[in-house]
């Protein structure tokens, strides 16, 4: 039976949303929480462009895809694991139609070495306005 560490946080990633850590550990086994693209410190959001009371106005999908990228590539740092050992990958999209193959293309780009397993679902909305949001498992 395996003992699930103390929680991991990173001081590079965006602050969680809510009360979860960025990661944990179970055994070999690295589960982070879901991952945007906001910025540490700010509430800037790569890639987004809000209105005043907060709506989306318009949005850069691969602008958002490669700060995701980063902030999963940081937890992993901080965590102890690497890129390299991502083996399952949950895609959240608030725009499949629109979005999907601009996000698999970049995909493509990041995981060209290595590809782990993936899902990609839609859904009407993430907690920030952001249109992406990845949920990553690692080996550590």
Same mark, same amino acid.
């Given at each position: 039976? #395996?003992?699930?560490?103390?929680?991991? +946080?990173?001081?590079?990633? &965006? !602050?969680?949303?809510?009360?979860?850590?960025?990661?944990? *550990?179970?055994?070999?086994?690295?589960? $982070?929480?879901?991952?945007? &693209? *906001? !910025?540490?410190?700010?509430?800037?959001? &790569?890639?987004? +462009? $809000?209105?005043?009371?907060? +709506? =989306? %106005?318009?949005?850069?999908?691969?602008?958002?895809?490669?700060? %995701?990228?980063?902030? %999963?590539?940081? =937890? $992993? +740092?901080?965590?102890?694991?690497?890129? !390299?050992?991502?083996?399952?990958?949950?895609?959240?999209?608030?725009?499949?139609?629109?979005?999907?193959?601009?996000?698999?293309? =970049? #995909?493509?780009?990041?995981?060209?070495?290595?590809?782990?397993?993936?899902?990609?679902?839609?859904?009407?909305?993430?907690?920030?306005?952001?249109?992406? !949001?990845?949920? %990553? =498992?690692?080996?550590?």
């Amino acid at each position: 039976m #395996y003992k699930m560490s103390d929680p991991i +946080e990173s001081s590079r990633a &965006p !602050e969680p949303v809510g009360l979860y850590p960025h990661a944990r *550990r179970v055994g070999d086994l690295l589960f $982070l929480s879901g991952v945007g &693209p *906001r !910025e540490r410190g700010t509430k800037k959001i &790569p890639g987004v +462009e $809000l209105n005043h009371a907060g +709506e =989306i %106005v318009s949005y850069d999908i691969e602008t958002q895809c490669r700060s %995701v990228f980063q902030n %999963v590539r940081y =937890i $992993l +740092e901080d965590a102890g694991s690497a890129w !390299e050992k991502i083996v399952d990958v949950t895609v959240f999209l608030t725009n499949m139609k629109d979005d999907f193959a601009a996000y698999n293309k =970049i #995909y493509a780009e990041y995981f060209a070495d290595n590809r782990p397993c993936r899902t990609t679902v839609e859904i009407s909305s993430l907690p920030t306005p952001i249109a992406v !949001e990845l949920k %990553v =498992i690692a080996t550590i």
